[in-house]
């Protein structure tokens, strides 16, 4: 058994984050099922949001209000006052230990518009933001002398009585299974695009978190809120930042006109996220997608060549390299791609994990980053909102998480679970069941995609979760043919896509029962929102194999909701 006082699961920013303070004060080590410089964060491109006001002037109380609104008044406005608070903080202390972030002439943080940002607020490195943040973050954790479990996969959470007691995880090399007995468990294990077709997600992204959560009795938060980014390379979904749109990039239809006119007259391409994604889908499914296809131009033409290759040289060499389209030239073929969750575990502000809609605590676990649910982003998320709560949150949760484990008593490991998870892992890798992982995946991501994507309604939604509990069912008859130990990527495919079906039932039976339209969820069957019955938090779990439903309330500090326009 291995003894740590605090184990993170992930080395994304928000894990990195955190393992620095924790680190601090008590033992601390980081399990990473990539080795942490792969994780998601590193792809992010467009930026990190503080209100420092280089490029106009902003404040704290603007970037409040629009992560407010952009949210549909769906966030917890506690919450988000400390994100914007803490905002310029935590950005310079990201300057302050090497981020190479990119300059304005008299040499401050340069600032360029998003998304639903009043302001420009979103701090950047051309568009290697992540890659910079994700490599400098890691260099200091080195530094901090941490230890890491690189390439470990963590396959269950050790619960006791009520508490946290550790994990279970294997060595992806060797295949060995071990306990990890700590008084605190971090998770941040990042988002779950990989529950659909067309997505911005890196493949490790499949939601092991929300999944070992569900299945140690816990609950998850408002599953059903999915973010589709407005602008993924036609059929293969990776990114082009909004920092594209946000330099001056359009939207054009098969007509050549600039269609958010008709959406968001006031805003045009820089309209939030979900507001964006359902124009696009609404030009494709009305015929007027390029050449009647299912996609519509990006065109960033007349930034010139100069100002492409600076301040994006990345996705030049994206798009030509995945589409042979030369964005200097051409206009950029793109589609919605499935980018981001805004539902996760739920926490208090200092990451603890609650339960209930008494937000009880759970001892010793805690959570934050894309996985958790605090919540920052309610129904809609801000680009550039996102790392910014992967820093804020994880410093916050290493803080918390390591003054617990300094006074907490060491909660007896159930050796139990061990046991079982090993046997379950012996019986996976001798099973010669008839179904196929990658073939059950790929079925759970058309039915996501094609019943619980952009537009959502009853009677899709219902053949959803039938289409998602029958692939549980098969995944229970998945046959392995690779049977050895070491480094079988096989097995983690069958584990991850166990996790996939886990969760995704969950986010169809919270869209299914959530029956008004609020920031990513559209019903086309109750398009409007309805704050009457719906100004709430979902609150998900398990109980004899089913999902069982219950509601909070959310925390509203200065703004009532109003209309949202832009
Ligand atoms: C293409 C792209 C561009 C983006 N651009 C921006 C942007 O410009 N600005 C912005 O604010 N946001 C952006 N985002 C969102 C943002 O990058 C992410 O939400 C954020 O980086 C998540 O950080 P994280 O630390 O929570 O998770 P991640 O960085 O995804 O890290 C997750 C970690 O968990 C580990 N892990 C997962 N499962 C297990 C397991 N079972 N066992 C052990 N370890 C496990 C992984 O190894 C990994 O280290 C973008 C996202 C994408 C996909």
Redo the contacts with the bound molecule.
Sequence with gaps: MREHDVVI???????LRAAIEAGRGVDTAV????H?LR???G??????AASLGNASRDSVEEHLFDTVKGSDYLCDQDAVEILVKEAPGNVYDLEHIGVVFSRTEDGKIAQRPFGGHSKPRACYAADW??HTVLHTIYEQSLIAGLRFYDE???LAIAMNDGACAGIV?MNIATGDIEAFHAKAVIF????Y?RAYRIT??AY??TG??LALVLNAGLQVQDMEFVQFHPTGLYQQGI?V?EGARGEGGYLLNDKDERFMERYAKEKMELAPRDVISRAIQTEINEGRGIGGKDFVYLDIRHFGEEHIRESLPQIQDLVVNFLGVDPIKQPIPIQPTA??SMGGIPTDVHGQVIFGPEREPVPGLYAA???ACVSVHGANRL??????E?VTFGRRVGIAASEFASEAKNVPFPEELLSQVKEDVDKLLGSTGKESAPLIRTELQETMTNLCGIFRKEADLRNCIEKVRELRERADDVGIHDRSRIFNTELIDVLETRNLLEFSEVIAVGAEARRESRGAHFRTDYPKRDDGNWLKHTLAWREKGGVVLDYKDIVITKYQPRERRY
Excluded: F, M, R
């Design positions: 699961v992930g080395g994304g920013l928000a894990g399990v990473s099922k990539l942490p994780s998601h964060t792809a992010a491109q467009g930026g990190i933001t992540g470990w996969y963590a995880a941040a294990t990042g988002g695009g911005s997600n490790a992204n092991d978190g990114l930042t980018h981001y980053g894309e996985c680009g550039t909102n996102s790392l910014l992967a």
